[in-house]
Protein backbone atom coordinates (compact mmCIF):
# COMPACT_ATOMS: atom_id res chain seq x y z
CA UNK A 1 0.00 0.00 0.00
CA UNK A 2 1.56 3.26 -0.47
CA UNK A 3 1.85 5.89 2.32
CA UNK A 4 -0.80 8.33 2.79
CA UNK A 5 1.15 11.49 1.76
CA UNK A 6 1.39 10.29 -1.59
CA UNK A 7 -2.77 10.32 -2.06
CA UNK A 8 -3.48 14.50 -2.97
CA UNK A 9 -7.09 14.12 -1.91
CA UNK A 10 -9.43 12.82 1.30
CA UNK A 11 -9.99 8.93 1.10
CA UNK A 12 -13.58 8.15 0.14
CA UNK A 13 -15.37 6.99 3.12
CA UNK A 14 -18.74 4.58 3.36
CA UNK A 15 -20.46 4.83 5.68
CA UNK A 16 -23.93 3.32 6.89
CA UNK A 17 -26.15 6.05 4.99
CA UNK A 18 -23.88 5.67 1.89
CA UNK A 19 -26.15 4.40 -1.12
CA UNK A 20 -24.31 5.91 -4.16
CA UNK A 21 -21.52 8.37 -3.95
CA UNK A 22 -19.41 10.09 -7.28
CA UNK A 23 -15.54 9.65 -6.81
CA UNK A 24 -15.07 12.35 -9.04
CA UNK A 25 -14.48 14.55 -5.88
CA UNK A 26 -11.77 11.81 -4.05
CA UNK A 27 -10.00 11.20 -7.26
CA UNK A 28 -6.70 12.26 -8.80
CA UNK A 29 -5.68 11.92 -12.29
CA UNK A 30 -2.46 11.60 -14.52
CA UNK A 31 -2.51 11.92 -18.30
CA UNK A 32 -0.38 9.00 -19.38
CA UNK A 33 0.25 10.83 -23.23
CA UNK A 34 2.07 7.61 -24.45
CA UNK A 35 -0.52 4.90 -23.06
CA UNK A 36 2.59 2.86 -22.22
CA UNK A 37 2.56 3.36 -18.54
CA UNK A 38 1.68 -0.05 -16.30
CA UNK A 39 0.36 -0.07 -12.94
CA UNK A 40 3.45 0.00 -11.42
CA UNK A 41 4.69 2.98 -13.75
CA UNK A 42 1.88 4.61 -12.38
CA UNK A 43 2.09 4.16 -8.73
CA UNK A 44 5.84 5.56 -9.36
CA UNK A 45 4.22 8.59 -10.90
CA UNK A 46 1.54 8.82 -8.05
CA UNK A 47 4.09 8.50 -5.29
CA UNK A 48 6.51 11.77 -7.22
CA UNK A 49 3.47 13.73 -7.05
CA UNK A 50 2.63 13.49 -10.91
CA UNK A 51 -1.55 12.67 -10.09
CA UNK A 52 -3.71 16.24 -9.73
CA UNK A 53 -6.95 16.72 -9.37
CA UNK A 54 -10.00 16.32 -11.67
CA UNK A 55 -10.48 20.55 -12.44
CA UNK A 56 -13.57 21.52 -11.02
CA UNK A 57 -14.65 17.67 -10.31
CA UNK A 58 -15.69 17.37 -13.76
CA UNK A 59 -14.02 14.05 -15.59
CA UNK A 60 -14.58 15.20 -18.89
CA UNK A 61 -11.37 16.20 -21.17
CA UNK A 62 -12.72 15.88 -24.77
CA UNK A 63 -10.76 13.57 -27.35
CA UNK A 64 -7.53 12.87 -26.22
CA UNK A 65 -4.19 10.40 -26.78
CA UNK A 66 -2.55 7.62 -24.96
CA UNK A 67 -4.43 6.99 -21.69
CA UNK A 68 -5.65 8.17 -18.18
CA UNK A 69 -5.01 7.02 -15.11
CA UNK A 70 -7.28 7.87 -11.90
CA UNK A 71 -6.35 7.50 -8.26
CA UNK A 72 -8.70 6.94 -4.88
CA UNK A 73 -9.18 5.55 -2.07
CA UNK A 74 -12.22 3.94 -0.60
CA UNK A 75 -12.68 3.32 3.58
CA UNK A 76 -15.47 1.18 4.38
CA UNK A 77 -15.85 2.65 8.06
CA UNK A 78 -19.28 1.23 9.52
CA UNK A 79 -21.03 0.51 5.89
CA UNK A 80 -23.00 -2.93 6.58
CA UNK A 81 -22.11 -3.81 3.07
CA UNK A 82 -18.72 -5.37 1.61
CA UNK A 83 -20.11 -5.63 -2.11
CA UNK A 84 -20.61 -2.33 -4.18
CA UNK A 85 -20.58 -1.68 -7.64
CA UNK A 86 -18.43 0.91 -9.36
CA UNK A 87 -19.65 1.87 -12.68
CA UNK A 88 -18.07 3.90 -15.55
CA UNK A 89 -21.38 6.38 -16.46
CA UNK A 90 -20.60 6.56 -20.04
CA UNK A 91 -21.09 3.94 -22.45
CA UNK A 92 -18.19 4.41 -25.55
CA UNK A 93 -14.61 4.34 -23.61
CA UNK A 94 -12.99 1.66 -25.17
CA UNK A 95 -11.13 -0.41 -22.26
CA UNK A 96 -11.62 0.35 -19.07
CA UNK A 97 -8.69 -1.64 -16.30
CA UNK A 98 -9.76 -1.54 -12.72
CA UNK A 99 -6.89 -2.13 -10.28
CA UNK A 100 -8.30 -2.50 -6.51
CA UNK A 101 -5.27 -3.35 -3.98
CA UNK A 102 -5.97 -4.43 -0.94
CA UNK A 103 -4.00 -4.01 2.57
CA UNK A 104 -2.85 -7.42 2.49
CA UNK A 105 -1.03 -6.59 -0.34
CA UNK A 106 -3.32 -8.71 -2.91
CA UNK A 107 -3.93 -6.51 -6.09
CA UNK A 108 -7.70 -7.34 -8.22
CA UNK A 109 -7.90 -6.77 -12.09
CA UNK A 110 -10.59 -6.26 -14.02
CA UNK A 111 -11.52 -5.12 -17.54
CA UNK A 112 -14.23 -3.89 -19.27
CA UNK A 113 -15.57 -1.40 -22.17
CA UNK A 114 -16.75 -2.13 -25.79
CA UNK A 115 -13.41 -3.34 -27.05
CA UNK A 116 -14.15 -6.34 -25.06
CA UNK A 117 -17.37 -8.58 -25.35
CA UNK A 118 -19.97 -7.58 -23.33
CA UNK A 119 -20.97 -10.66 -21.86
CA UNK A 120 -17.37 -10.54 -19.72
CA UNK A 121 -19.46 -7.21 -17.44
CA UNK A 122 -20.04 -7.99 -13.81
CA UNK A 123 -23.58 -6.80 -14.30
CA UNK A 124 -25.71 -7.10 -17.93
CA UNK A 125 -25.70 -3.21 -17.80
CA UNK A 126 -25.33 -0.47 -20.90
CA UNK A 127 -22.47 1.13 -18.92
CA UNK A 128 -19.09 -0.48 -17.84
CA UNK A 129 -19.16 -1.77 -14.29
CA UNK A 130 -17.44 -4.01 -11.40
CA UNK A 131 -18.01 -5.42 -8.73
CA UNK A 132 -15.64 -4.52 -5.68
CA UNK A 133 -15.31 -5.91 -2.56
CA UNK A 134 -14.91 -3.49 0.76
CA UNK A 135 -15.55 -5.23 3.96
CA UNK A 136 -15.80 -3.33 7.04
CA UNK A 137 -12.90 -1.88 8.54
CA UNK A 138 -10.56 -1.65 5.35
CA UNK A 139 -9.06 0.50 2.97
CA UNK A 140 -8.76 -0.35 -0.95
CA UNK A 141 -6.90 1.48 -2.85
CA UNK A 142 -8.19 2.01 -6.44
CA UNK A 143 -5.99 2.60 -9.78
CA UNK A 144 -8.61 2.79 -12.63
CA UNK A 145 -7.18 3.28 -15.87
CA UNK A 146 -9.01 4.19 -19.47
CA UNK A 147 -8.05 4.46 -23.22
CA UNK A 148 -10.43 5.52 -25.68
CA UNK A 149 -10.45 6.78 -29.18
CA UNK A 150 -14.19 8.00 -28.15
CA UNK A 151 -14.23 11.37 -26.21
CA UNK A 152 -12.40 11.37 -22.49
CA UNK A 153 -15.74 11.34 -19.97
CA UNK A 154 -15.10 8.99 -17.03
CA UNK A 155 -17.76 9.98 -14.94
CA UNK A 156 -17.23 7.21 -11.68
CA UNK A 157 -19.60 6.03 -9.24
CA UNK A 158 -19.74 3.91 -6.76
CA UNK A 159 -22.98 2.15 -5.69
CA UNK A 160 -24.79 -0.49 -3.38
CA UNK A 161 -26.30 -2.87 -4.88
CA UNK A 162 -29.88 -1.93 -4.16
CA UNK A 163 -29.24 1.49 -5.42
CA UNK A 164 -27.61 0.18 -8.48
CA UNK A 165 -30.81 -1.27 -8.81
CA UNK A 166 -33.30 1.57 -8.40
CA UNK A 167 -31.22 4.00 -10.73
CA UNK A 168 -31.03 1.40 -13.32
CA UNK A 169 -34.89 0.72 -12.85
CA UNK A 170 -35.49 4.14 -13.41
CA UNK A 171 -32.88 4.80 -16.25
CA UNK A 172 -34.16 2.20 -18.57
CA UNK A 173 -37.95 3.03 -18.12
CA UNK A 174 -37.03 6.69 -18.63
CA UNK A 175 -34.94 4.98 -21.80
CA UNK A 176 -37.80 2.65 -22.66
CA UNK A 177 -40.20 5.68 -22.44
CA UNK A 178 -38.56 8.14 -25.19
CA UNK A 179 -38.09 5.17 -27.59
CA UNK A 180 -41.95 4.51 -26.92
CA UNK A 181 -42.44 7.53 -28.25
CA UNK A 182 -40.35 7.36 -31.12
CA UNK A 183 -41.77 4.15 -32.09
CA UNK A 184 -45.77 5.65 -31.86
CA UNK A 185 -44.78 8.69 -33.94
CA UNK A 186 -42.91 5.98 -36.32
CA UNK A 187 -45.68 4.08 -36.72
CA UNK A 188 -48.03 7.15 -36.71
CA UNK A 189 -46.39 8.47 -39.49
CA UNK A 190 -46.02 5.91 -41.51
CA UNK A 191 -49.30 5.43 -41.91
CA UNK A 192 -50.12 8.72 -43.06
CA UNK A 193 -46.77 8.41 -45.61
CA UNK A 194 -48.42 4.96 -46.79
CA UNK A 195 -52.06 7.05 -47.41
CA UNK A 196 -50.98 10.21 -48.64
CA UNK A 197 -47.02 9.24 -50.15
CA UNK A 198 -45.66 12.45 -49.21
CA UNK A 199 -41.97 11.90 -49.14
CA UNK A 200 -41.85 14.62 -46.53
CA UNK A 201 -43.39 11.98 -44.02
CA UNK A 202 -40.56 9.00 -45.39
CA UNK A 203 -37.48 11.33 -44.36
CA UNK A 204 -39.56 12.27 -41.74
CA UNK A 205 -39.25 8.45 -40.57
CA UNK A 206 -35.40 8.40 -41.75
CA UNK A 207 -34.50 11.13 -39.63
CA UNK A 208 -36.55 9.47 -36.40
CA UNK A 209 -34.81 6.25 -37.54
CA UNK A 210 -31.25 6.98 -37.85
CA UNK A 211 -31.59 9.45 -34.59
CA UNK A 212 -33.12 6.91 -32.97
CA UNK A 213 -29.99 4.63 -33.94
CA UNK A 214 -27.43 7.72 -32.91
CA UNK A 215 -28.88 7.55 -29.50
CA UNK A 216 -28.79 3.89 -29.10
CA UNK A 217 -25.48 3.90 -29.74
CA UNK A 218 -24.32 6.65 -27.52
CA UNK A 219 -26.34 4.99 -25.08
CA UNK A 220 -24.88 2.02 -24.88
CA UNK A 221 -27.93 -0.24 -25.64
CA UNK A 222 -26.19 -0.52 -29.28
CA UNK A 223 -23.64 -2.57 -27.56
CA UNK A 224 -26.28 -4.45 -25.12
CA UNK A 225 -28.28 -5.62 -27.72
CA UNK A 226 -27.53 -5.50 -31.33
CA UNK A 227 -23.32 -5.97 -31.22
CA UNK A 228 -22.23 -7.25 -28.14
CA UNK A 229 -19.00 -9.37 -29.33
CA UNK A 230 -18.90 -6.47 -32.37
CA UNK A 231 -15.84 -3.64 -31.31
CA UNK A 232 -15.46 -2.85 -34.97
CA UNK A 233 -19.58 -1.94 -34.86
CA UNK A 234 -19.09 -0.48 -31.23
CA UNK A 235 -16.63 1.74 -32.84
CA UNK A 236 -17.41 2.78 -36.47
CA UNK A 237 -21.76 2.71 -35.44
CA UNK A 238 -20.95 6.37 -34.00
CA UNK A 239 -19.84 8.24 -36.72
CA UNK A 240 -22.13 6.01 -39.37
CA UNK A 241 -25.24 6.61 -36.92
CA UNK A 242 -24.42 10.03 -36.86
CA UNK A 243 -23.78 11.02 -40.49
CA UNK A 244 -27.12 8.55 -41.45
CA UNK A 245 -28.71 11.20 -38.85
CA UNK A 246 -27.61 14.12 -40.57
CA UNK A 247 -28.48 13.19 -44.00
CA UNK A 248 -31.75 12.31 -42.80
CA UNK A 249 -32.22 16.30 -41.08
CA UNK A 250 -31.12 17.89 -44.25
CA UNK A 251 -33.32 15.94 -46.67
CA UNK A 252 -35.83 16.10 -44.43
CA UNK A 253 -35.10 19.88 -43.95
CA UNK A 254 -35.02 20.43 -47.91
CA UNK A 255 -38.41 18.91 -48.10
CA UNK A 256 -40.34 20.34 -45.56
CA UNK A 257 -39.41 23.99 -46.42
CA UNK A 258 -39.14 23.23 -50.42
CA UNK A 259 -35.81 24.84 -50.38
CA UNK A 260 -35.75 24.39 -54.36
CA UNK A 261 -38.83 26.45 -55.67
CA UNK A 262 -38.41 28.85 -51.95
CA UNK A 263 -33.95 29.26 -51.86
CA UNK A 264 -32.32 27.64 -54.39
CA UNK A 265 -28.80 28.70 -53.03
CA UNK A 266 -29.68 27.11 -49.54
CA UNK A 267 -31.34 24.12 -51.59
CA UNK A 268 -27.41 24.04 -53.10
CA UNK A 269 -25.99 24.10 -49.69
CA UNK A 270 -27.94 21.13 -48.43
CA UNK A 271 -27.16 19.13 -51.28
CA UNK A 272 -23.60 19.97 -50.75
CA UNK A 273 -23.81 19.04 -46.98
CA UNK A 274 -25.67 15.55 -47.66
CA UNK A 275 -22.93 14.70 -50.28
CA UNK A 276 -20.38 15.21 -47.59
CA UNK A 277 -22.13 13.33 -45.11
CA UNK A 278 -22.32 10.38 -47.38
CA UNK A 279 -18.49 10.63 -48.10
CA UNK A 280 -17.71 10.76 -44.21
CA UNK A 281 -20.29 7.51 -43.82
CA UNK A 282 -18.10 5.73 -46.35
CA UNK A 283 -14.70 7.08 -44.79
CA UNK A 284 -15.83 6.42 -41.64
CA UNK A 285 -15.32 2.66 -42.27
CA UNK A 286 -12.11 2.69 -43.15
CA UNK A 287 -10.14 6.00 -41.38
CA UNK A 288 -9.76 5.20 -37.77
CA UNK A 289 -12.02 5.72 -35.50
CA UNK A 290 -10.44 8.46 -33.47
CA UNK A 291 -10.08 10.43 -36.97
CA UNK A 292 -13.63 10.64 -37.88
CA UNK A 293 -15.63 10.94 -34.62
CA UNK A 294 -14.60 14.43 -33.39
CA UNK A 295 -15.10 15.52 -37.47
CA UNK A 296 -18.70 13.90 -37.36
CA UNK A 297 -19.21 15.42 -33.93
CA UNK A 298 -17.77 18.81 -34.58
CA UNK A 299 -20.10 19.06 -38.01
CA UNK A 300 -23.36 18.74 -36.06
CA UNK A 301 -23.08 22.18 -35.36
CA UNK A 302 -22.82 23.79 -38.51
CA UNK A 303 -25.35 21.25 -40.16
CA UNK A 304 -28.18 21.62 -37.47
CA UNK A 305 -27.20 25.34 -37.70
CA UNK A 306 -27.73 25.51 -41.87
CA UNK A 307 -31.33 24.16 -40.89
CA UNK A 308 -31.96 27.44 -38.55
CA UNK A 309 -30.60 29.76 -41.05
CA UNK A 310 -32.76 27.84 -44.34
CA UNK A 311 -35.89 27.95 -41.75
CA UNK A 312 -35.48 31.69 -41.03
CA UNK A 313 -34.73 32.40 -44.91
CA UNK A 314 -37.82 30.43 -45.48
CA UNK A 315 -39.89 31.84 -42.69
CA UNK A 316 -39.51 35.55 -43.73
CA UNK A 317 -40.52 34.74 -47.04
CA UNK A 318 -44.06 34.13 -45.97
CA UNK A 319 -43.88 30.16 -45.53
CA UNK A 320 -45.99 30.16 -42.42
CA UNK A 321 -45.28 26.13 -41.56
CA UNK A 322 -41.64 27.31 -41.20
CA UNK A 323 -42.41 28.53 -37.42
CA UNK A 324 -43.51 25.39 -36.10
CA UNK A 325 -40.07 23.74 -37.62
CA UNK A 326 -38.26 26.75 -36.59
CA UNK A 327 -39.31 25.90 -33.00
CA UNK A 328 -38.79 22.08 -33.45
CA UNK A 329 -35.38 22.80 -34.55
CA UNK A 330 -34.42 24.97 -32.06
CA UNK A 331 -35.27 22.81 -29.37
CA UNK A 332 -33.30 20.29 -31.07
CA UNK A 333 -30.18 22.38 -32.17
CA UNK A 334 -30.18 22.82 -27.71
CA UNK A 335 -29.97 19.21 -26.93
CA UNK A 336 -27.72 18.07 -29.00
CA UNK A 337 -25.44 21.38 -28.61
CA UNK A 338 -24.98 20.40 -25.04
CA UNK A 339 -24.63 17.12 -25.58
CA UNK A 340 -22.01 17.48 -28.05
CA UNK A 341 -20.63 20.39 -25.93
CA UNK A 342 -19.53 17.50 -23.27
CA UNK A 343 -17.73 14.94 -25.97
CA UNK A 344 -15.42 18.57 -26.45
CA UNK A 345 -15.08 18.95 -22.67
CA UNK A 346 -17.04 22.64 -23.09
CA UNK A 347 -20.16 21.97 -20.68
CA UNK A 348 -19.98 20.09 -17.52
CA UNK A 349 -22.02 16.54 -17.44
CA UNK A 350 -24.97 16.25 -15.34
CA UNK A 351 -28.48 15.42 -15.72
CA UNK A 352 -29.90 18.33 -18.15
CA UNK A 353 -26.76 18.03 -20.49
CA UNK A 354 -26.58 14.46 -20.69
CA UNK A 355 -30.35 14.10 -21.34
CA UNK A 356 -30.78 16.85 -22.98
CA UNK A 357 -30.45 15.55 -26.55
CA UNK A 358 -33.42 13.02 -25.32
CA UNK A 359 -35.72 16.16 -23.74
CA UNK A 360 -35.09 18.18 -27.44
CA UNK A 361 -35.26 15.38 -29.42
CA UNK A 362 -38.18 14.35 -28.27
CA UNK A 363 -40.18 17.19 -28.20
CA UNK A 364 -38.78 17.90 -31.74
CA UNK A 365 -40.38 14.90 -32.83
CA UNK A 366 -43.38 15.60 -31.79
CA UNK A 367 -43.15 19.30 -33.27
CA UNK A 368 -42.34 18.18 -36.71
CA UNK A 369 -45.37 15.50 -36.62
CA UNK A 370 -47.31 18.22 -35.54
CA UNK A 371 -45.72 20.45 -38.49
CA UNK A 372 -46.07 17.60 -40.81
CA UNK A 373 -49.75 17.76 -40.89
CA UNK A 374 -49.76 21.68 -40.86
CA UNK A 375 -47.13 21.93 -44.02
CA UNK A 376 -49.63 19.25 -45.95
CA UNK A 377 -53.17 21.17 -44.97
CA UNK A 378 -51.19 24.75 -45.60
CA UNK A 379 -50.53 23.24 -49.44
CA UNK A 380 -54.09 22.41 -49.71
CA UNK A 381 -55.40 25.84 -48.70
CA UNK A 382 -53.49 27.42 -50.95
CA UNK A 383 -55.98 25.85 -53.76
CA UNK A 384 -59.85 26.12 -52.28
CA UNK A 385 -62.04 26.85 -48.93
CA UNK A 386 -62.53 23.49 -48.40
CA UNK A 387 -59.03 22.36 -47.95
CA UNK A 388 -58.99 24.78 -45.46
CA UNK A 389 -60.91 23.55 -43.67
CA UNK A 390 -59.53 19.74 -43.74
CA UNK A 391 -56.58 21.49 -42.46
CA UNK A 392 -57.80 22.22 -39.25
CA UNK A 393 -59.40 18.72 -38.55
CA UNK A 394 -56.22 17.36 -39.39
CA UNK A 395 -54.19 19.74 -37.14
CA UNK A 396 -56.64 18.93 -34.55
CA UNK A 397 -56.35 15.01 -35.06
CA UNK A 398 -52.58 15.12 -34.80
CA UNK A 399 -53.31 17.07 -31.51
CA UNK A 400 -55.44 14.57 -30.56
CA UNK A 401 -53.90 11.45 -31.81
CA UNK A 402 -50.56 12.95 -29.98
CA UNK A 403 -52.38 12.89 -26.53
CA UNK A 404 -54.35 9.65 -27.16
CA UNK A 405 -50.83 8.02 -27.59
CA UNK A 406 -49.05 9.61 -24.97
CA UNK A 407 -52.29 8.57 -22.89
CA UNK A 408 -51.76 5.08 -24.60
CA UNK A 409 -47.76 4.86 -23.98
CA UNK A 410 -48.40 5.09 -19.96
CA UNK A 411 -51.29 2.97 -19.88
CA UNK A 412 -49.63 0.34 -21.61
CA UNK A 413 -46.33 1.32 -19.26
CA UNK A 414 -48.97 1.15 -16.11
CA UNK A 415 -50.22 -2.53 -17.65
CA UNK A 416 -46.94 -3.73 -18.19
CA UNK A 417 -45.77 -2.82 -14.34
CA UNK A 418 -48.50 -4.66 -13.31
CA UNK A 419 -48.70 -8.07 -15.80
CA UNK A 420 -44.68 -8.27 -14.69
CA UNK A 421 -45.82 -8.18 -11.19
CA UNK A 422 -48.33 -10.38 -11.32
CA UNK A 423 -46.66 -12.66 -13.61
CA UNK A 424 -43.88 -12.94 -10.53
CA UNK A 425 -46.09 -14.05 -8.00
CA UNK A 426 -48.10 -16.92 -6.33
CA UNK A 427 -51.96 -15.54 -6.48
CA UNK A 428 -52.64 -17.34 -3.32
CA UNK A 429 -49.73 -17.19 -1.09
CA UNK A 430 -47.90 -14.17 -2.32
CA UNK A 431 -44.68 -15.28 -2.58
CA UNK A 432 -42.58 -15.59 -5.61
CA UNK A 433 -43.81 -18.45 -7.96
CA UNK A 434 -41.25 -21.27 -9.10
CA UNK A 435 -41.24 -19.56 -12.77
CA UNK A 436 -39.41 -16.40 -11.29
CA UNK A 437 -37.83 -18.00 -8.27
CA UNK A 438 -35.55 -19.93 -11.00
CA UNK A 439 -34.79 -17.25 -13.00
CA UNK A 440 -33.45 -15.18 -9.43
CA UNK A 441 -31.81 -18.62 -7.97
CA UNK A 442 -29.49 -18.30 -11.28
CA UNK A 443 -28.94 -14.74 -10.67
CA UNK A 444 -27.98 -15.69 -7.27
CA UNK A 445 -26.01 -18.81 -8.07
CA UNK A 446 -24.35 -16.44 -10.71
CA UNK A 447 -23.58 -14.32 -7.80
CA UNK A 448 -22.10 -16.95 -5.60
CA UNK A 449 -19.66 -18.39 -7.78
CA UNK A 450 -18.27 -15.02 -8.68
CA UNK A 451 -17.83 -14.24 -5.28
CA UNK A 452 -16.92 -17.54 -3.83
CA UNK A 453 -19.24 -17.25 -1.49
CA UNK A 454 -21.78 -19.89 -0.05
CA UNK A 455 -25.49 -20.39 -0.89
CA UNK A 456 -28.06 -22.93 0.27
CA UNK A 457 -31.64 -24.21 -0.60
CA UNK A 458 -34.64 -25.37 2.01
CA UNK A 459 -36.92 -27.48 0.47
CA UNK A 460 -39.90 -27.15 2.86
CA UNK A 461 -42.96 -29.34 2.75
CA UNK A 462 -46.15 -28.82 5.22
CA UNK A 463 -47.09 -32.59 6.58
CA UNK A 464 -49.86 -34.61 5.94
CA UNK A 465 -51.57 -31.87 4.60
CA UNK A 466 -53.72 -33.56 2.39
CA UNK A 467 -55.51 -34.31 5.98
CA UNK A 468 -56.60 -30.41 5.86
CA UNK A 469 -58.34 -30.45 3.08
CA UNK A 470 -59.51 -33.73 3.22
CA UNK A 471 -61.40 -32.66 6.76
CA UNK A 472 -61.98 -29.11 6.54
CA UNK A 473 -62.33 -29.05 2.81
CA UNK A 474 -59.65 -27.12 0.09
CA UNK A 475 -61.06 -23.56 1.53
CA UNK A 476 -59.25 -23.78 5.00
CA UNK A 477 -56.64 -25.53 3.42
CA UNK A 478 -55.93 -22.39 1.70
CA UNK A 479 -56.39 -20.05 4.97
CA UNK A 480 -53.66 -22.54 6.26
CA UNK A 481 -51.41 -22.03 3.08
CA UNK A 482 -51.53 -18.44 3.33
CA UNK A 483 -51.08 -18.69 7.08
CA UNK A 484 -47.71 -20.14 6.94
CA UNK A 485 -46.14 -18.59 3.97
CA UNK A 486 -46.95 -15.35 6.23
CA UNK A 487 -44.54 -17.43 8.77
CA UNK A 488 -42.05 -18.39 6.93
CA UNK A 489 -41.47 -15.03 5.36
CA UNK A 490 -41.29 -13.22 8.93
CA UNK A 491 -38.77 -16.04 9.90
CA UNK A 492 -36.69 -16.38 6.82
CA UNK A 493 -36.32 -12.47 6.50
CA UNK A 494 -33.91 -11.27 8.53
CA UNK A 495 -31.81 -13.88 6.48
CA UNK A 496 -32.24 -11.81 3.31
CA UNK A 497 -33.93 -15.57 2.02
CA UNK A 498 -35.61 -15.64 -1.74
CA UNK A 499 -38.63 -17.55 -0.55
CA UNK A 500 -41.37 -18.87 -3.58
CA UNK A 501 -44.12 -21.48 -3.60
CA UNK A 502 -42.52 -24.57 -5.55
CA UNK A 503 -46.10 -26.23 -5.66
CA UNK A 504 -48.79 -27.51 -3.57
CA UNK A 505 -47.93 -27.73 -0.25
CA UNK A 506 -44.31 -27.12 -1.11
CA UNK A 507 -41.94 -24.35 -0.51
CA UNK A 508 -38.64 -23.30 -1.32
CA UNK A 509 -36.25 -20.91 -0.39
CA UNK A 510 -32.31 -19.80 -1.09
CA UNK A 511 -30.22 -18.29 1.31
CA UNK A 512 -27.41 -16.59 -0.36
CA UNK A 513 -24.25 -16.67 2.19
CA UNK A 514 -24.99 -19.76 3.63
CA UNK A 515 -23.16 -22.88 4.52
CA UNK A 516 -24.91 -26.20 5.28
CA UNK A 517 -24.57 -25.64 8.88
CA UNK A 518 -25.87 -22.19 8.77
CA UNK A 519 -28.67 -22.80 6.85
CA UNK A 520 -29.54 -25.83 8.70
CA UNK A 521 -30.07 -23.41 11.74
CA UNK A 522 -32.04 -21.39 10.06
CA UNK A 523 -34.47 -23.94 8.98
CA UNK A 524 -34.88 -25.52 12.64
CA UNK A 525 -35.84 -21.85 13.51
CA UNK A 526 -38.10 -22.22 10.47
CA UNK A 527 -39.38 -25.52 11.71
CA UNK A 528 -39.66 -24.42 15.59
CA UNK A 529 -41.22 -21.12 14.17
CA UNK A 530 -43.88 -23.04 11.99
CA UNK A 531 -44.78 -25.23 14.91
CA UNK A 532 -45.19 -22.16 17.93
CA UNK A 533 -47.83 -20.44 15.10
CA UNK A 534 -50.92 -22.96 14.41
CA UNK A 535 -53.29 -21.52 11.60
CA UNK A 536 -56.42 -20.15 12.59
CA UNK A 537 -59.08 -20.33 9.93
CA UNK A 538 -62.64 -19.26 11.65
CA UNK A 539 -62.84 -20.73 14.43
CA UNK A 540 -60.22 -23.43 13.59
CA UNK A 541 -56.57 -23.34 14.75
CA UNK A 542 -54.88 -26.10 13.17
CA UNK A 543 -51.27 -27.24 14.44
CA UNK A 544 -48.84 -27.32 11.41
CA UNK A 545 -45.90 -28.84 11.37
CA UNK A 546 -43.18 -29.15 8.19
CA UNK A 547 -40.42 -31.17 6.88
CA UNK A 548 -37.30 -29.88 5.52
CA UNK A 549 -34.58 -30.78 3.11
CA UNK A 550 -31.22 -28.64 3.33
CA UNK A 551 -28.56 -28.58 0.75
CA UNK A 552 -25.36 -26.49 0.50
CA UNK A 553 -24.83 -25.92 -3.41
CA UNK A 554 -21.10 -26.38 -4.47
CA UNK A 555 -20.37 -22.88 -5.81
CA UNK A 556 -17.33 -24.78 -7.54
CA UNK A 557 -19.21 -27.32 -9.37
CA UNK A 558 -20.68 -26.48 -12.51
CA UNK A 559 -23.47 -27.94 -11.84
CA UNK A 560 -27.34 -26.82 -12.92
CA UNK A 561 -30.12 -25.47 -11.02
CA UNK A 562 -32.41 -28.27 -11.57
CA UNK A 563 -29.36 -30.24 -10.32
CA UNK A 564 -29.55 -27.98 -7.21
CA UNK A 565 -33.16 -28.68 -6.86
CA UNK A 566 -32.88 -32.26 -7.25
CA UNK A 567 -30.44 -32.74 -4.05
CA UNK A 568 -32.68 -30.24 -2.06
CA UNK A 569 -35.06 -32.46 -2.97
CA UNK A 570 -33.80 -35.41 -2.05
CA UNK A 571 -33.02 -34.16 1.57
CA UNK A 572 -36.72 -33.44 1.90
CA UNK A 573 -37.71 -37.14 1.25
CA UNK A 574 -35.17 -38.02 3.89
CA UNK A 575 -36.78 -35.66 6.03
CA UNK A 576 -40.08 -37.04 5.59
CA UNK A 577 -38.71 -41.01 5.85
CA UNK A 578 -37.69 -40.33 9.00
CA UNK A 579 -40.38 -39.22 10.54
CA UNK A 580 -41.94 -35.86 9.28
CA UNK A 581 -41.68 -32.50 11.66
CA UNK A 582 -37.86 -32.31 10.80
CA UNK A 583 -34.73 -30.85 8.79
CA UNK A 584 -32.22 -33.27 7.78
CA UNK A 585 -29.71 -32.55 4.86
CA UNK A 586 -27.76 -34.62 2.29
Known amino acids: MLAANAFARTPLQLAASTAQVSLAPYTTFHHDETGKDDLAAARARLAGGGFQRIPGDNPSFGFQDGAYWFHLQVSNRDSPEDKWLLTQEYALSDRIDLYATYPDGRVVHASGGDHLPFDQRNIRYRHPNFWLSVPQGTTVDLMVRVQSESSMQVPLRLYAPAAFIEQSRDAQFAI ?86 RWRFGD ?7 AFFVLLGIAATQLPYRSVVPLASAAVFPCIGWILVETIVVLRRGYKPAKLFLLAWFLFLLGTGMFAA ?78 SEFSRHDGLTDLYNRTHFREAFEHLLSEARNSRHPISLLMIDLDHFKKINDSYGHLVGDDCLRCTSNTMAEALAPHGALLARFGGEEFIAALPGMDLAQASAVAEELRQSLNRRPCV ?50
Open 176 to 261: GLYYGILLALFIYNLVLWLTLRDPGYFWYLFHISAFGLVLFTLNGLGFEYLWPRSAWLADHMVPLSICLALIGMQQFARIFLELKQ
Open 537 to 586: SGELVIPVSASIGVHSVDVAAKNSVESALQVADQALYAAKAEGRDCVRTL
Open 342 to 419: IAFNLLPKNFVTEYGVQIGSALEMLLLSIALGYRYAALRNENERIVREARDQLEHKVEQRTSELRNALGQLEDAHHRL
Open 268 to 274: RVALAII
